[in-house]
């Protein structure tokens, strides 16, 4: 919280002392103090996230979900920005696939941190896959792109908190804390289930989720 703050403190202390003297510059001025307060917030209800499920008490409603559906449904959220990336978001999954007992609100944002990070670290022309199967007693969901790939140094790390893995490469740029993956573990693992990753440099990463079937 502390690099947005002082952007906001900065350009607020710009305002008030009139160095931002022009309309314009106090437009931008305003534009900043909007943006990082935007950011700031996302980090606070990031944290909160992570406060809840230390504590186990995050609200995780379960019930029924239609896999495919949600599937397709966060395809569709991100058209905009893969279209603007170049890179084409796709889902496949199998036949006759179960419902899933689950939150799937909470899937929804485990899925979506997931695609947005691979949308990030994939070059335009590649590709994102959002695939679902069922591996003996459990539903294995895994988004998979062709994008720059892990250090293997980096993978022990990957759903540390606040851990950012090699920010120099395209799309790393320090835009959130590094909290996404560790709320997208915690959410899995609030479920039951497990989260790995597997990766090569050069050719891509696959974030594979395993949650349990009910009754199985």
């Known amino acids: 919280l502390k690099t947005p703050l002082t952007s906001v403190q900065g ?18 001025a305003a534009q900043v103090i909007f943006n990082e307060s935007g950011r700031m917030h996302r980090m606070v209800l990031d ?22 559906a949600l599937l397709n ?26 419902a899933l007992i689950a939150d799937g609100d909470r899937l929804a944002q485990v899925f979506t ?13 590649g590709a994102v896959l959002l695939r679902a199967l069922v591996v003996n007693d459990e539903m294995q969901i895994s988004v998979t792109d ?24 395209k799309g790393g740029e320090k835009h959130g804390a590094g909290l996404g993956l560790a709320i997208a573990h915690d959410i899995v693992q609030a479920h039951g289930g497990k989260i790995n990753v597997r990766s090569r440099l050069g050719e891509g990463t696959s974030f594979d989720v395993f949650l349990p079937l009910m009754g199985k």
């Open 47 to 68: 944290l909160l996230d992570l406060a809840r499920l230390d504590a186990g008490t995050a609200d995780i409603t379960m019930s029924p979900v239609n896999v495919p």
């Open 113 to 125: 941190n997931l695609v947005d990070n691979a949308l990030k670290f994939t070059p335009e022309g």
């Open 146 to 169: 062709t994008g720059a790939g892990i250090p293997d140094e980096s993978l022990t790390h990957i759903f540390d908190r606040f851990y950012q893995a090699d920010p120099s490469r």
């Open 73 to 98: 449904a966060i395809r569709e959220k991100f058209i905009p920005q893969s279209q603007k990336a170049g890179v084409v978001v796709s889902v496949d999954v199998a036949a006759n696939l179960p």
């Open 11 to 28: 350009f607020a202390q710009a305002i008030l002392d009139g160095t931002a003297d022009t309309e314009q510059a106090r437009q931008q």
